[in-house]
């Protein structure tokens, strides 16, 4: 059973047993009355718990959800002009030299370093980069 479902039920039970106290009034003596309390006592601190374990959750899920929306707006803007990936600016101007291989593989920036005009070099994985002669005006 999942954190969440333990918890869910913990508090589904604790519920139960708060009615349960409600209904019994006076006519109940007072030992069943201690079990009720004590019970309820275990499933509030199971719920406790598992909403904890649940907030836990979020929090990662949140950081996911925010991870993946940074990479989104990277994504936009990265633009592919062989033999490299350049980042286009908030002037719309594209700049810079990344890596295919990383970037395609790992979603990585790896800026490649320059190794003549026309190649450059990862210093990441050691992809060499060649811009191809046709390519230059
Ligand atoms: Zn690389």
Not at 93 to 105: P, R
Request: charged share 35%.
């Amino acid at each position: 059973m999942s954190d969440v479902a333990f918890g869910w039920k913990a508090l589904t039970g604790a519920i139960a047993i708060a009615k349960n106290l409600k209904d019994f009034k006076k006519q109940v003596d007072d030992s069943a009355f201690q079990l009720q309390i004590s019970e309820l006592y275990d499933n509030l601190a199971d719920t406790k718990m598992g909403m904890s374990e649940l907030k836990d959750l979020l929090r990662e899920r949140n950081d996911e959800i925010r991870t993946l929306k940074e990479k989104l707006k990277v994504r936009g803007k990265m633009v592919y002009t062989d033999p490299y990936y350049q980042m286009e600016n908030s002037e719309g101007k594209l700049e810079g030299q990344y890596c295919k291989v990383c970037y395609d593989g790992e979603d990585l920036l790896m800026r490649l370093e320059i190794m003549s005009s026309n190649s450059w070099k990862c210093g990441k994985c050691n992809n060499i980069c060649v811009k191809d002669e046709r390519w230059r005006h």
